[in-house]
């Protein structure tokens, strides 16, 4: 199994600014998945980072608002931009298992309040 | 258009009974079926799998059951723990599309000593 480190686990942020989430994981993977959990919704994928290359978004997701790194195969960031309110969300990084079986490892998660 | 629903969104279960979660999809190209754990402030955990080709899979104390006819799904937990308190998430995949997995909303379960 993976091990993910997420980071920063909760923050209070101002409308306009924007955040950046870490998410570091303890193997080398070829594919980072970022979800959104908004309140009382399902897990929704953002996008899927590939090293290498652009990160392909979901509809409804663009890059401009969610822009996100994926320097190496043990690292990726999220960024939440010009935040407002309806950015307030619990954001997840999250790899596959290489068992072939479709499961997925989780990090810890962000929680994100936008004032 | 939700793929995947949970349509409770929580449940209490005393200690030492039986709990069901359920969830029902609306792709019949589902090919395979995941429930995740979550506890507060943690990240979902994979509990248990099931696919397309079985109606049942069992792991311990639980068991997921698999009605492809009617395109639902269940979670079994007995017996139930006060530590199985946490929101259980359905989810959905493959079939020839993403092998990403579509989520449901959730169901919070309670467990009462």
């Known amino acids: 199994s993976a091990v993910i480190s997420q980071k920063p686990s909760r923050d209070i942020c101002q409308r306009g600014t924007s955040l950046t989430i870490q998410c570091q994981v303890d193997?080398?993977?070829?594919?980072m998945f970022w979800y959104r959990q908004q309140p009382g919704q399902s897990l929704t994928l953002i996008a899927t980072a590939n090293q290498g290359s652009e990160a392909t978004y979901e509809s409804g997701f663009v890059i401009d608002k969610f822009p996100i790194s994926r320097p190496n195969l043990t690292f990726s960031t999220l960024t939440v931009s010009n935040m407002s309110p309806e950015d307030s969300s619990i954001y997840l990084c999250?790899?596959?298992?290489?068992?072939?079986?479709?499961?997925?490892?989780f990090g810890s998660g962000t929680q994100l309040s936008v004032l | 258009d939700q793929q995947v629903k949970q349509n409770s969104p929580s449940l209490s279960v005393q200690e030492g009974r039986i709990s069901i979660l359920n969830c029902d999809y609306t792709?019949?190209?589902?090919?395979?079926f995941l429930w995740y754990k979550k506890y507060p402030a943690e990240g979902p955990t994979f509990l248990i799998s099931?696919?397309?080709?079985?109606d049942k899979n069992e792991d311990g104390r639980f068991t997921v059951f698999l009605n492809k006819s009617a395109k639902h799904l269940s979670l079994h937990i007995v017996p139930s723990q006060p530590g199985d308190s946490a929101v259980y998430f359905c989810?959905?995949?493959?079939?020839?599309?993403?092998?990403?997995?579509?989520f449901g909303r959730g169901t919070s379960l309670i467990v009462h000593p």
């Open positions: 999250s790899v596959e298992d290489w068992g072939g079986n479709e499961k997925l490892f």
């Open positions: 193997s080398q993977v070829t594919m």
């Open positions: 989810a959905a995949g493959g079939g020839g599309g993403s092998y990403i997995p579509t």
């Open positions: 792709n019949s190209m589902f090919d395979y």
């Open positions: 099931i696919s397309s080709i079985k």
